[in-house]
Nanobody
Framework: VQLVESGGDLVQSGGSLRLSCAAS????????IGWFRQAPEKEREGVSC????????YYTDSVQGRFTTSRDNAKNTVYLQMNNLKPEDTAVYYC??????????????????WGQGTQVTVSS
């Protein structure tokens, strides 16, 4: 199983990026897909999760209204569209797969698979 993130870049404050999480070895539609990020000297935090039902799709408060996660089942890929980026969004972003669906709350259980991460840097 392999999850590969891409799309990270250097962008100015207020800009947009779209991250991709492509999978091999699993069908992403059978999994809940979480996005996490880790900034230097900070703990990894959950950003979003897209599950099989509306109540299993959620975002952390700091990105609500700016970030959107979606699936393309034909491409076996999940996306994180990030708009109105801020310097505090700077981090390494990871995708992760939860068997069946996302946990009811962000730290409810550990993902089954992780990607290697992609760097997002937002300049002020």
């Amino acid at each position: 199983v392999q999850l590969v993130e891409s799309g990270g870049d250097l962008v100015q404050s207020g800009g947009s990026l779209r991250l991709s999480c492509a999978a091999s070895g699993i069908t992403l539609n059978d999994y809940g897909i979480g996005w996490f990020r880790q900034a230097p000297e900070k703990e990894r935090e959950g950003v979003s999760c897209i599950g099989d039902t509306e109540d299993r799709t959620y975002y952390t408060d700091s990105v609500q209204g700016r970030f959107t996660t979606s699936r393309d089942n034909a491409k076996n890929t999940v996306y994180l569209q990030m708009n109105n980026l801020k310097p505090e969004d700077t981090a390494v972003y990871y995708c992760a797969a939860y068997e069946a669906t996302c946990p009811r709350r962000p730290k409810g259980r550990n993902p089954d698979y992780w990607g290697q991460g992609t760097q997002v840097t937002v300049s002020s």
